[in-house]
């Protein structure tokens, strides 16, 4: 490139012609950076002063300099000023005001320039490489493309794209998987990022994404949209799990994509080494896809809470190991697949659970409403579970209960409102002692029991409550998770232990919104007072 400077137009334009073609970019962009490598040479043989222009002529290498100076009627910098008469002989009709070309010889550039020159085309080129690399790959996420692998570097995998590289970062590869330089591999772009070293190109072969892509190139039928995949989750080189639905009533999907005598999934398998692949028919009822998410185990019931997002299955006691699977792999899968959280308990942890739950609220509905065993035991059959529900249900459901008539159902409710305000009135006497503001009472959502747990966490005032995020407020806690099926290690099992501080309330994010807004208003009222105590100040 040192010679380039200093070469002929011939050998300029042969130059500008090779690097456009090695580096796949535009030739005007490297006539433009042999331009400005020119015009910075030459304003270190002119003067850095002298506002330089360079020229070259893509089609024939003609190469033209000029400074442009301005026509004043009296010089003070005569690196870029000239006067009229000066302008005159560069330019008839020159006028003051005017910019004009003073045209220049040619530069013969030494060593040190030529260098300078060469770096500020390589910097040029190099950016112009990187653009081009970037707009080439950045709406390309979520496509699989294959490479070469050209180095392993502290575990991460750098492949040869062609154009550009990618990088598979160690968390990103199959376990155990070999990376052989040399060797093609396939992988899903995750998401490609400008960075100042150039773009960023992310690729994964342990993705859920890259199974499915992998399917839809071996089975037509997902190509063509008529089988979809709902769901997919990965244990990556060791277990997986797609729900699969068909468009075609006529088309079984996991059949399609088994393959005759299951060539298509083993063509999967094989590139994904050897994990083992569980197709499953997706179904939009939640408890048929959770039993088909937990096979091969029989499952014998299924009950789902919406409120919390989590599933209860109860299996036979000699399916609990197969059900949970190796290190709770099954039922991990299964619960990425459905997107809940999945209890597994035999049926003998289940009776013994309903058992506990029955006797806790007889117990409770008998102390507080003050009556006998059979009739709280009745109530609890019945499906009642909080006093919230006898004091509020409409007096003929409860009255239409065998055994109940209007008059009891009425006296149950009065007792019920009772045992409430008492609670209430117990709970108004803790949050006082605890030093909680009266002002929080006022906000809406929030009950004394709400407002006990607030005090409890060392939130008293309305300033301790507007200084919470939403999520600080009401996170769901999770910490009924079984640690024994594996779905959780024991750091995430940490962090959701914190939840919210009124987490165990069910507040949505909604009511959580309005709690810490009315927390936070008193702080507005304060400006316009402010504001004209400030006015105030300064009409003094």
Avoid at 53 to 63: E, F, N, S
Avoid at 184 to 206: D, K, M, T, W, Y
Avoid at 214 to 239: H, N, W
Avoid at 387 to 409: R, S, T
């Amino acid at each position: 490139m040192a010679s380039a400077i200093s070469a002929n137009r011939a050998e300029l334009l042969a130059i500008a012609n090779s690097v456009a073609s090695e580096k796949m970019i535009d030739k005007s962009i490297v006539i433009e950076a042999m331009e400005e490598a020119i015009q910075k040479s030459a304003r270190n043989r002119y003067g850095a002063e002298n506002d330089i222009r360079a020229k070259l002529d893509p089609r024939t290498g003609d190469l033209r300099l000029w400074r442009v100076v301005e026509v004043v009627e009296e010089v003070e910098d005569y690196f870029k000023q000239v006067d009229l008469k000066q302008a005159e002989k560069l330019q008839k009709g020159a006028a003051l005001g005017d910019f004009i070309v003073d045209p220049l010889p040619p530069v013969d550039l030494g060593r040190i320039d030529a260098q300078s020159a060469k770096q500020v085309i390589f910097q040029k080129v190099r950016d112009a490489e990187r653009d081009r690399q970037y707009e080439e790959f950045k709406d390309r996420a979520g496509e699989v493309i294959t490479g070469v692998i050209k180095s392993v570097e502290f575990g991460h995998v750098i492949v040869n794209l062609g154009r550009a590289e990618g990088v598979i970062r160690r968390d990103q590869q199959i376990p155990r998987e070999a990376a052989r330089v040399g060797e093609r591999v396939r992988a899903i772009v995750l998401r490609v990022e400008r960075q100042n070293r150039g773009p960023q190109i992310f690729l994964s072969r342990a993705h859920p994404d890259f199974m499915k892509k992998l399917f839809a190139q071996e089975v037509p039928e997902i190509y063509d949209g008529v089988i979809e995949i709902k769901a997919a989750a990965r244990d990556p080189g060791s277990r997986a799990k797609i729900g699969v639905i068909s468009n075609d009533s006529s088309i079984d999907p996991v059949g399609a994509c088994v393959g005759m005598k299951g060539s298509r999934v083993q063509a999967v398998v094989q590139e994904l080494q050897g994990e083992k692949i569980d197709i499953i028919p997706w179904s939009e009822d939640t408890a048929t896809f959770v039993v088909n998410a937990l096979q091969p185990a029989t499952v014998s019931r299924v009950v789902i809470d919406e409120e919390e997002s989590r599933i209860e299955v109860v299996v036979p006691d000699d399916q609990l190991s197969l059900a949970i699977g190796r290190r709770g792999q099954n039922v991990r899968l299964a619960s990425q697949l459905t997107g809940s959280q999945i209890d597994i308990m035999t049926e003998a942890e289940s009776s013994e659970k309903r058992q506990k739950e029955f006797t806790e609220r007889s117990k409770m509905f008998e102390e507080e409403l003050d009556v006998d065993e059979t009739l709280s035991q009745l109530l609890v059959a019945e499906g009642f579970s909080e006093l919230e529900e006898v004091a509020y249900i409409d007096i003929a459901e409860l009255a239409a209960i065998e055994g109940f008539d209007e008059e009891l159902g009425e006296e149950l409710q009065s007792r019920a409102h009772e045992a409430l305000e008492r609670r209430e009135d117990a709970n108004r006497e803790a949050r006082r002692a605890l030093g909680v503001e009266d002002a929080l009472a006022e906000l809406p959502h929030l009950n004394e029991a709400m407002l006990v747990t607030l005090g409890k966490g060392g939130i008293k005032t309305l300033d301790d409550l507007a200084d919470l995020a939403t999520d600080e407020l009401i996170a769901k806690k999770r910490t009924e998770q079984r640690r024994r099926d594996g779905t959780v290690n024991r750091r995430a099992a940490r962090d959701e232990d914190k939840g919210g501080v009124l987490g165990e309330y069910g507040l949505n994010e909604e009511q959580g919104n309005e709690i810490i807004m009315a927390a936070r208003a008193h702080w507005f009222e304060d400006e316009p007072v402010a504001e004209e105590a400030a006015d105030a100040d300064s009409s003094q």
